[in-house]
T-cell receptor
Framework: TQLLEQSPQFLSIQEGENLTVYCNSS?????LQWYRQEPGEGPVLLVT?????EVKKLKRLTFQFGDARKDSSLHITAAQTGDTGLYLC???????????FGEGTQLTVNP | DTGVSQDPRHKITKRGQNVTFRCDPI?????LYWYRQTLGQGPEFLTY????????KSRLLSDRFSAERPKGSFSTLEIQRTEQGDSAMYLC????????????FGQGTRLTVV
């Protein structure tokens, strides 16, 4: 079974600060997706990265897929209170079947 | 709205009762997934369909759980003889085939077993 470890598990910062969330595995994934989830709702897709070393930017969010396709990071610049939520990474297996999720990083951005 | 739809959004049931949840995926997506999520944790894989075929089931899926996807469209997840430990958010996702294609989630069904 492929496992994904996310760190940190909890993060509480002030508005305007920068932060990075990490997603690591000993396994290779064909793709990696980042989701954001609010309480009582389903995860909402932020980005998919497929190529090793790939970097994608979404406004203040920067996503990177490791060269070996085993790890990824999410960097948020100048965090806002609206960024508060559970951030989940999910790895796609080479067979194209299941997505394996990390345990999530609960981010709280304080005003 | 062409997103993934789940029904009901919330379900409260007494221990020992059976419950059934429904998921309507995005229409052109041939792959459908069920996940279970407890508070503060990431979703745990339960089962996966490609069209109408159930291709994979997690060991988490006990004999009390059954899922179907007749005709490869909507799917149902049934839990028989519910237990308090079944209380969780049940999430459905769909995606089209191929490497790197994106999975989209429904809003989930929150089950509370009392």
């Amino acid at each position: 079974t492929q496992l994904l470890e996310q760190s940190p598990q909890f993060l509480s910062i002030q508005e305007g600060e920068n932060l990075t969330v990490y997603c690591n595995s000993s396994s290779v994934f064909s793709s990696l997706q980042w989701y954001r989830q609010e309480p009582g709702e389903g995860p909402v897709l932020l980005v998919t990265v497929v190529t090793g070393g790939e970097v994608k930017k979404l406004k203040r969010l920067t996503f990177q897929f490791g060269d070996a396709r085993k790890d990824s990071s999410l960097h948020i610049t100048a965090a806002q209170t609206g960024d508060t939520g559970l951030y989940l990474c999910a790895g796609g297996e080479t067979s194209g079947s299941r997505l394996t999720f990390g345990e999530g990083t609960q981010l709280t951005v304080n005003p | 709205d062409t997103g993934v739809s789940q029904d009901p959004r919330h379900k409260i049931t007494k221990r020992g009762q059976n419950v059934t949840f429904r998921c309507d995926p995005i229409s052109e997506h041939n792959r459908l997934y069920w996940y279970r999520q407890t508070l503060g944790q990431g979703p745990e894989f339960l089962t996966y369909f490609q069209n109408e075929a159930q291709l994979e089931k997690s060991r988490l899926l006990s004999d009390r759980f059954s899922a179907e996807r007749p005709k490869g469209s909507f799917s149902t997840l049934e839990i028989q003889r519910t237990e308090q430990g079944d209380s969780a958010m049940y999430l459905c996702a769909s995606r089209s085939g191929g490497r790197g294609t994106e999975a989209f989630f429904g809003q989930g069904t929150r089950l509370t077993v009392v």
